[in-house]
């Protein structure tokens, strides 16, 4: 079964500072999906990547698939106390007839002002 | 626009008694639907997913059951809760045609006391 896996698990940033979080899978990605939850709360979609070396941006959000489609990448440029939170990624699993995703075990992402 | 709604948000039930939570999706037809629960330190875990009404299809054996009464409408619910029901449940829905991202619901906190 594919997995991902998440790195750091947590992590803890000056505001203002930039920031990486990576998702490693084993097994190549068809699609990768980040989210960011915040603490008692619902996922709230970020960026999906299809295509090997895809790159995609969201404010001060930057996410990456490597050509290889097996890793990507979340990029946080001049942290805010806005972007604290859990991030997650998820991959599809390619199933027809319905999405299913599997998820990383999250980065916690915590912003000291 | 489309908008998923969870209730309840929180929930305390003792070992034993029965479990309901609702799930309803606005704004869109044809849903592809999905359960999942959160548990600490136990990451993201798809329980049901559902491609129509009465269509259930369910990830890994366990003590709840789901059910699709109505298009946009998804229960989730246990005879008989146990001490290791307890976590966070999120509720998500995607297109129907198989990709594309979810959008997840607010969640509901279960704990068994």
């Known amino acids: 079964s594919q997995e991902l896996e998440q790195s750091p698990q947590s992590l803890i940033v000056q505001e203002g500072k930039n920031l990486t979080i990576n998702c490693t899978s084993s097994k190549t990605l068809y699609g990768l999906y980040w989210y960011k939850q915040k603490y008692g709360e619902g996922l709230i979609f970020l960026m999906m990547l299809q295509k090997g070396g895809e790159e995609k941006s969201h404010e001060k959000i930057t996410a990456k698939l490597d050509e290889k489609k097996q890793q990507s990448s979340l990029h946080i440029t001049a942290s805010q106390p806005s972007h604290a939170g859990i991030y997650l990624c998820?991959?599809?699993?390619?199933?027809?007839?319905?999405?299913?995703?599997?998820f990383g075990q999250g980065t916690r992402l915590t912003i000291n002002p | 626009s489309q908008t998923i709604h969870q209730w309840p948000a929180t929930l305390v039930q003792p070992v034993g008694s029965p479990l309901s939570l609702e799930c309803t999706v606005e704004g869109t037809s044809n849903p592809n639907l999905y359960w999942y629960r959160q548990a600490a330190g136990r990451g993201l875990q798809l329980l049901f997913y559902s491609v129509g009404i009465g269509q259930i299809s369910s990830e890994v054996p366990q003590n709840l059951s789901a059910s699709r009464p109505q298009d946009r409408q998804f229960i989730l619910s246990s005879k008989k809760l146990l001490l290791s029901d307890s976590g966070f449940y999120l509720c998500?829905?995607?297109?129907?045609?198989?990709?594309?991202?979810?959008?997840f619901g607010p969640g509901t906190r279960l704990t068994v006391t």
């Open positions: 998500a829905w995607s297109l129907p045609s198989g990709g594309g991202e979810q959008y």
């Open positions: 998820g991959a599809d699993l390619k199933i027809q007839g319905a999405q299913k995703l599997v």
